[in-house]
């Protein structure tokens, strides 16, 4: 090394291996940013779906028991039901124990609509309409005691007779580090130390969500009608986008010339349609499906909205429409993972089943598809996850933000993404935790769809190898 | 030979057994063609599916182009505005003492502080002195600081004490009652500067056009596109068409379709303004993802982060909408920014997490492309793993990188959840752009307008397809020109 | 040689070309295949001894582009006539190939595929051609007691003997190997031409190999294959051609061509 000196040289590459070494930690450090952000992510949700909230009763426990509520005996707690509430007893009831609707209910012998229930001997031939008004809430209340337990009760009696509301609410990490602050806030807020209302943890994800429908106090709203949109969508994307995209995919790999000008045209377009902006498929769906094949009172043929089939008062913006325009959406996603797993198949499966003498379609029915099958199944994984969370285009194609029916295939409906976006653009104490709450039912079946199709997947590929 | 003996039974056994299976005529009919209905029928099913998607597309383009086409061909009534003085204002005048006299290039009002507090003062007001018009830039606590000649007025200087009146916009009023046959529009002093001669105007539902202006005075022709002819009394208010043009769409800086502001672009820039944000943070982190992934994860390592890239992907857009309201605006930006609870900052932030996963993964292919020959090259000039990503596998990657963010820009232009929920809910212009006010994209107004239901044939209708237009037109070109660089970088290597 | 009309053939191939687009891969190939012997195709690489097997049961039908000129006769009736049906000859005439190709499917529906699709339904029927057709291809012992496994659980030899059982399964009348033995090892490869002797009192057999001495073991007749040049630079084309068909015995101990003579005594290519 005649003109650079060795030392020169040596520190010169040091340096050089120094600064490596630096960026080297700064791209490892990108996946710290995607690793914290998911973490924040899930931080934050934890945050809000749980946390502390400032109750404040509509009738004060105070002015209906002398003795605290929780320590009253069942027939007690009962006796107050029937002296306050006694118009509400035989939904209560119908809600809690029977399976039928309150109109049936009411006019249906009681041991008929309570048939494994315990029900009074004396009335059990009777219905609740039957009763006499004076009795009714009596009896009512006796069918209550003798089947649902002291802290049952009291929850009715918290929502029939005390009708909480949330007054403030504060997030988990807040009530937990920083508790003091929050005593002092409602202290400002309630001055008067009687009726200041107890700071109470409160977990807004519920196990009963499930089963609630929605309602306008967060307190007891639930997802049951959204997680059912939610279902239906699914099913309707599953019977619809699926077959038509895997037949596509078949026929571009298997049967298109492509050096056709239309099936060149097919195959550009179904690429460039993945790219397309979901609120469009929105428009689309919203001027296709909803105007134009919806409600003849506008001018549409009738078809998605039921009049065809004698629906009296579709709109058209329904479960149908809804999943017809998330099936468009992900019909192109499905289509291109669908011709991939087919284009992976190895030929020499096809020269064989050739080779004995199948026809093109059952080479394609009994091998083709059959060996495609795991790599098909990963595409519907990803159309399936993104029709779960796809927001956008039902809101445009009209779901409704609130629901309490559960929607049938012509009526209005929602489902949970729209939920959440309500809830979160609400300001009132306790929507943005119930959006926390329903984000993590909306994860949850997330996660249980990608964990199905993931042991689906791996079944059929262990049934294709050894 | 006995195997073959056995041979020969299998085979006869095996003919056997098919041509009972089958019968004799399937079992060994010739090779002549068979009719195969099933099979033309079946490909027939699989090219409609195929064809479906080009239906797709057209439609989208149809229904985009014709309420496109109606959004423009629409038209909004206003209210004809003029500047009166409001008379209920309470009267208030400059200070009495000299320094209150305001020479023509002062914009500093001072008023007894009496008259301050009985008067608002809004930004944005208009007041007169003389007969110059002054627009209120800011109210101080003992002065108003103003903008001077306003709505072609001349400044002009005014002496201490000179009475200041409050301007208010009120609906330009009929004069005089006018009969059916009438074709003579008194106007109040002043007001048929509103109006240009052309001009479409509406009496209750009558449709006029104005033929001529004379003084105060409109000369009309009345009862256009079949509208009845009627008397009007006087006080009648005038209402003035407005209608879109592609000049008005492209270069208005206010969106309110229902009341005749058609520009278009508040919404553009907000949408570009996330999409920003979003690339800003999105490129040095799926860059630098990619690079890593690349050149320097092992196998392993790769099966931990590919995943995780996966799940970015996979959490629903509504779920990041969240994130950015609750965490990011709430939890971080406003402590410590002061931003309004509605942002493009934010919104712009979350938008480019979603985008990272897009980037990274196309900036890997486009890395992994890059033929192995170059880098060994780099490698054996010396140079270290950093020297040869920097010069050798960026240079060569760099236009599958461009496509990358191309493609990811046109993915947050898209983007609708997070926006709607973080960006804001109002079209709103702010030159230069601020990042820390709320402001409404292209696809949250398109979310916010469609929530209710709309009559079909409503502005608003017909104004979210135009939009859609300008949104698809503008991802289809990013879409395109990302998908043409790639197909560029793929022949120079492959 | 053999004489016109003397040994009844199943397949005769008359003056046929194949083409590639517009490339005519093998030009003017004529061979009359004898039925019940095994006629040997063998030559140089990229002669285009595929491409006439190929045509043998139209597998070059699948190939886009590809085309055939000249007729190939099987029972009186030319192959390539418009009113065959290419799908009713690939029944009649099998094909094995080079690597082992099971279908990812258990061992008895690999050789259930044939049988179930010409519409074999009925379980039992399956069973006994299943298990025919594995003793047949001297498999079943192997076998018998996991047909269920995936055929691609077999070892290569195995597996190639799956494919012969899955070809038989159908009854063919005639089978064609492309290189059977060329991905198996020297025992694998011995079994499968024990297999073809026995096959052959049943099957008319065509095989491709690249062994001279398998040639010389197994088969009947051999036809000889190479390459032409013509033009020079970018004008140059090539393409195969049949140099010489005749007896084994004949064409190993006496060739007519000075080209098959350098080739079988390794002097060539
Ligand atoms: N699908 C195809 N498309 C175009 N040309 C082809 C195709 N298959 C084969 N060819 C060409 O036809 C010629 C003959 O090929 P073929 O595979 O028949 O040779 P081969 O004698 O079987 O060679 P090998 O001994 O290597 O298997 C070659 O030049 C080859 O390039
Ligand atoms: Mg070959």
């Known amino acids: 090394m005649p003109h650079i000196e060795e030392g020169v040289f040596r520190s010169k590459l040091i340096d050089r291996q120094n600064r490596g070494t630096a960026m080297r930690r700064l791209y490892a450090a990108s996946f710290g940013v995607a690793i914290l952000a998911l973490v924040l992510l899930v931080l934050t949700i934890v945050n809000e779906a749980f946390g502390y909230v400032a109750l404040v009763y509509k009738v004060e426990p105070e002015t209906i028991s002398d003795r605290p509520l929780a320590e009253l005996t069942e027939p007690e707690l009962v006796a107050l039901l029937v002296e306050k509430a006694p118009g509400q007893l035989p939904k209560m009831v119908s809600d809690a124990l029977s399976p039928m609707d309150l109109q049936t209910f009411a006019r249906a012998p009681l041991g008929q609509s309570l048939a494994d229930k315990q029900v009074p001997a004396e009335h059990a031939d009777k219905a609740p309409a039957d009763i006499p008004t004076g009795e009714r809430a009596a009896v009512m209340g006796q069918i209550l005691s003798g089947n649902l337990t002291q802290e049952q009760i009291l929850e009715l009696i918290e929502a029939a007779i005390l009708q909480p509301t949330v007054s403030e609410s504060w997030p988990l990490f807040e009530g937990l580090f920083n508790r003091g602050a929050i005593e002092e806030r409602l202290v400002e807020l309630f001055p008067d130390e009687i009726t200041r209302p107890e700071l109470r943890f409160k977990s807004w994800l519920r196990l009963e969500m499930l089963t609630k429908p929605m309602d306008s106090n967060p307190l007891v709203s639930g997802v049951r009608t959204a997680l059912l949109g939610t279902v239906y969508l699914l099913i309707i994307v599953v019977l619809t986008a699926f077959p038509v995209g895997i037949a596509a995919a078949i026929y571009l790999e298997e049967y298109a010339d492509p050096n056709k000008w239309y099936n060149r045209i097919i195959e550009t377009n179904i690429r460039n349609l993945a790219g397309v902006p979901s609120i469009i498929y929105g428009l689309l769906g919203l001027q296709l499906l909803v105007r134009f094949m919806g409600d003849p009172a506008t001018g549409g043929l009738g078809i998605t909205s039921g009049q065809a089939f004698g629906i009296i008062d579709g709109t058209g913006r329904n479960i149908i429409t809804a999943g017809l325009t998330l099936a468009l959406l992900v019909l192109p996603v499905v289509i291109i993972n669908a011709q991939e797993a087919i284009r992976a198949v190895p030929p020499s499966y096809r020269d064989a089943s050739y080779g004995l003498g199948a026809t093109k379609w059952q080479t394609i029915w009994r091998t083709v598809l059959p060996s495609a099958l795991p790599g098909i199944l990963t595409g519907i994984i990803l159309s399936l996850s993104r029709a779960v969370g796809e927001t956008a285009p039902l809101v445009v194609v009209g779901a409704s933000t609130f629901i309490v029916q559960d929607p049938g295939l012509f009526t209005r409906f929602t489902a949970l993404p729209i939920q959440i976006y309500t809830w979160t653009s609400r300001p009132q104490a306790g929507f943005r935790e119930l959006a926390a709450a329903g984000i993590i039912v909306l994860l949850v079946l997330l996660i249980a769809i990608n964990t199905i199709a993931f042991v689906l997947r791996n079944q059929a590929r262990r049934r294709l190898q050894v | ?494 | 040689m053999t004489q016109n009309g003397h040994h009844p053939r199943a397949v005769d191939i008359q003056n046929i070309s194949v083409y590639y687009g517009s490339y005519r891969a093998v030009r003017d190939v004529s061979i009359p295949v004898e039925k019940n012997k095994i006629t040997a195709f063998i030559g140089p690489s990229g002669c285009g001894k595929s491409t006439v097997l190929r045509a043998i049961n139209r597998m070059n039908d699948l190939v886009p582009g590809a085309r055939v000129e000249g007729q190939i006769l099987y029972h009186g009736r030319n192959l390539y006539a418009p009113d065959v049906d290419p799908v009713e000859v690939r029944r009649r005439i099998g094909m094995v190939f080079q690597k082992p190709n099971p279908f990812p499917k258990s061992i008895f529906e690999n050789v259930a595929y044939g049988p179930r699709l010409l519409g074999v339904r009925d379980k039992n029927t399956l069973r006994q051609i299943v298990e025919s057709s594995l003793k047949q291809a001297a498999l079943w012992d192997e076998v018998k007691n996991d047909l269920d496994k995936s055929g691609l659980a077999l070892s290569g030899g195995q597996q190639q003997r799956l494919c012969i059982a899955r070809t038989i399964a159908v009854e063919p009348d005639v089978i064609l190997m492309d290189e059977p033995c060329s991905a198996l090892d020297p025992i694998s490869t011995q079994r499968i031409e024990e297999l073809m002797q026995e096959l052959v009192s049943q099957y008319t057999i065509i095989i491709v190999t690249h062994n001279m001495q398998q040639a010389m073991r197994v088969s009947d007749y051999t036809a000889f294959y190479s390459i032409r040049k013509a033009g020079e630079g970018k004008e140059e084309t090539r393409w195969g051609e049949l140099v010489e068909f005749g007896e084994t015995q004949q064409i190993f101990t006496q060739p007519q061509e000075a080209e098959t003579a350098d080739y079988i005594s390794g002097r060539f290519g």
Not at chain 2, 71 to 91: N, T
Not at chain 2, 146 to 165: S, W
Not at chain 2, 460 to 478: C, H, P, Q, R
């Open chain 2, 1 to 494: 030979m006995e195997q073959t003996m056995e041979g020969t039974s299998y085979s006869t056994e095996r003919s056997r057994l098919l041509s009972q299976a089958l019968g004799k005529h399937a079992a060994r009919a010739g090779i002549g063609k068979r009719p195969r209905p099933n099979e033309r029928l079946i490909v027939v099913l699989l090219f409609a599916a195929g064809v479906l998607s080009i239906f797709t597309t057209a439609f989208i383009v149809l229904f985009l182009g014709t309420e496109a086409v109606s959004f423009f061909q629409s038209r909004a009534w206003i209210y004809a505005k003029m500047l009166v003085v409001d008379q209920a204002a309470a009267p208030v005048s400059l200070r009495g003492d000299a320094e209150g006299a305001l020479n023509s290039t002062g914009t500093s009002l001072l008023l007894d502080l009496g008259d301050l507090s009985r008067v608002p003062f809004m930004p944005g007001a208009l007041i007169q002195i003389g007969d110059e018009i002054m627009r209120v830039a800011e109210r101080r606590e003992r002065s108003v600081i103003v903008e001077r000649g306003y709505l072609d007025t001349q400044p002009q200087p005014h002496p201490p004490g000179a009475p200041i009146l409050t301007l208010k916009e009120d609906s330009v009023r009929t004069v005089e009652a006018i009969k059916e046959e009438d074709t003579r529009i008194v106007l109040p002093e002043n007001a048929a500067g509103v109006f240009a001669v052309g001009d479409i105007i509406h009496l209750e539902t009558e449709t006029m056009r104005i033929a001529a202006i004379e003084g105060d005075t409109l000369v009309v022709e009345r009862g256009l596109e079949n509208t009845l002819r009627r008397a009007y009394p006087a006080n009648a208010v005038v209402q003035v068409e407005r209608r879109p043009t592609l000049l008005a769409y492209l270069t208005g800086t206010r969106w309110q379709p229902q009341t005749g502001d058609f520009g278009v672009l508040p919404l553009v820039q907000s949408t570009f303004m996330t999409s920003f944000i979003a690339i800003l943070t999105a490129l040095p982190v799926g860059l630098a993802a990619a690079i890593y992934l690349s050149e320097y994860a092992t196998q392993r390592v790769r099966a931990f982060l590919n995943p995780l890239l996966e799940i970015l992907v996979g959490v629903p857009t509504v779920v990041y909408g969240f994130f950015a309201l609750q965490f990011v605006t709430i939890g971080v930006l406003r402590p410590l920014f002061g931003v309004d609870i509605y942002n493009t900052l934010s919104a712009g932030l979350v938008v480019g997490i979603m985008i990272v996963p897009t980037i990274a993964s196309m900036s890997l292919d486009a890395m992994g492309s890059v033929p192995r020959g170059l880098r060994e090259a780099s490698y054996g000039l010396g140079a270290t793993k950093l020297e040869t990503i920097a010069r050798v596998v960026l240079p060569a990657a760099l236009s599958g990188i461009v496509a990358a963010v191309i493609l990811g820009i046109s993915r947050a232009v898209g983007e609708t959840m997070i926006v709607a929920i973080a960006a804001g809910a109002g079209p709103n212009w702010t030159f230069p752009p601020n990042f820390t006010v709320g402001a409404e994209t292209m696809t949250g107004h398109i979310a916010r307008i469609s929530g209710g239901d709309l009559s079909y044939q409503s502005v608003d209708y017909t104004s979210i397809f135009s939009i859609g237009l300008t949104l698809f037109i503008i991802t289809f070109l990013l879409t395109q020109i990302s998908t043409y660089i790639t197909r560029r970088f793929r022949e120079l290597y492959e």
